[in-house]
């Protein structure tokens, strides 16, 4: 299954998630509701893998942990607040940069509208940047 195959999966189960619980909740709410329901999709998906930072060649398993990781493939960061920032967008960036994954999600579960909330964050040489979706 591609990252995009695996991204509509992920926006669907989003989807179904914000409708069933509504915006507002705990982001610990949101990921273990959508964690249940990505993997309803007999899709491999883990929460909270640590990010290791690699400097001098020594790898440290300090700081940062993927909220959610799909398939090896796809990183999904979730909010549950007003509005993203740009540091949320940057974020997961750097999360995709240091996982060496090219595909990610930044779901924002506070919004009223979940197709407001979805934000694709894409890690390649041609498009480093952001594309909502």
């Known amino acids: ?3 995009n ?4 999966i ?6 179904k998630v914000h409708v069933t619980l509504g915006p507002g909740l705990l982001e610990t709410v949101y990921e273990v509701a959508l964690l249940h329901e990505i993997r309803k999709h007999n899709l491999r998906a883990e929460r909270q893998i640590p ?3 690699v400097y001098d060649n020594i790898a440290f398993d300090e ?4 909220d959610i990781i799909v398939e090896d ?8 607040v007003e509005a993203i920032l740009r540091v949320h ?5 750097t999360y995709l940069r240091l996982a060496d994954k090219r595909l990610g999600y930044l779901i924002n579960f506070g919004d009223e509208l ?5 934000s694709r964050i894409s890690n390649g040489a041609e498009d480093w940047g952001t594309r909502s979706r």
């Open 10 to 15: 992920i926006v669907d189960c989003a989807y």
């Open 73 to 80: 493939l796809v990183i999904i960061e979730l909010k549950s």
């Open 89 to 93: 967008k940057k974020q997961l960036l």
């Open 5 to 8: 195959e695996i991204g509509k």
């Open 63 to 66: 700081g940062f942990r993927a």
């Open 114 to 118: 979940i197709k407001d909330g979805i």
């Open 51 to 53: 990010i290791p930072i």
């Open 1 to 3: 299954m591609t990252e």
